[in-house]
């Protein structure tokens, strides 16, 4: 079975196009959020863009979709998988045992800013961060070892923080990883035509304009919640 990589990550944090990177590698396939119908079935009252549509397009049941994973780690290398934190809050967490583990975070200024252009009045668990610190703390707990990557620190010098976050996957850094092709991608999920718009334009790291707006006070409520988590996952950051 090749390698399976688990990123964990929130919302609007840049995690596409670090699928897009890796998927962009010969020997990777990348995975698009594939318990996003799980969250939503779990979720009744969690109203998202095109939620019928993306409950269509996966099964919700946990386990079937776990064993659509190892299966599809079976026919490459390495198999990329792009999570959300919260879509997998709730379910047994054994299987993770068997993939390397990424954690993504981003400033949550940057992050409230970014999400609030798609859904109005985000809640500290639409935006993930605290999701990923109490995943974080439980893998701690069971004695695994995840990697923490801060998508501010990625952008300010791509080549040597992919070429870290490689060598803490044992894997070998390719300068594919750096750049891929505009548009929309084969791996992506039903969801793209709501939440990529950004990523479809780029073809390599880049800041978005959204990173360099103001946040609104009124979120200010919500930050002030989500920076502890922040700070707390990010003293384990890459750097």
Known sequence: MGKIIHMVSGPRNMSTAIMY???NRKDTL???EPFYSYYLNRYPDVQHPGRNDILQSQSTDANTVINQLHQSAQEVDYLFIKNMAHHIDGFDLNWLHVAKHVFLIRDPQKLINSFAKVMDNPTIKDIGIKEEYLLFQQLIGRGISPVV?????LLRDPSRIMTQL?????????????SWKAGSRQIDGIWASY???NVHKTTSFGQQ?????IMPSRYRSLLIEAMPYYQSLYEYAIK
């Open 149 to 153: 990557l801060d998508s501010g620190d």
């Open 209 to 213: 304009q959204t990173s360099r707006e």
């Open 21 to 23: 990177a890796f998927d």
């Open 166 to 178: 490689c060598k803490a996957l044992d894997m070998e850094f390719t300068e594919d990883m750096l």
């Open 195 to 197: 939440w990529y718009d």
């Open 30 to 32: 990348g995975v698009d």
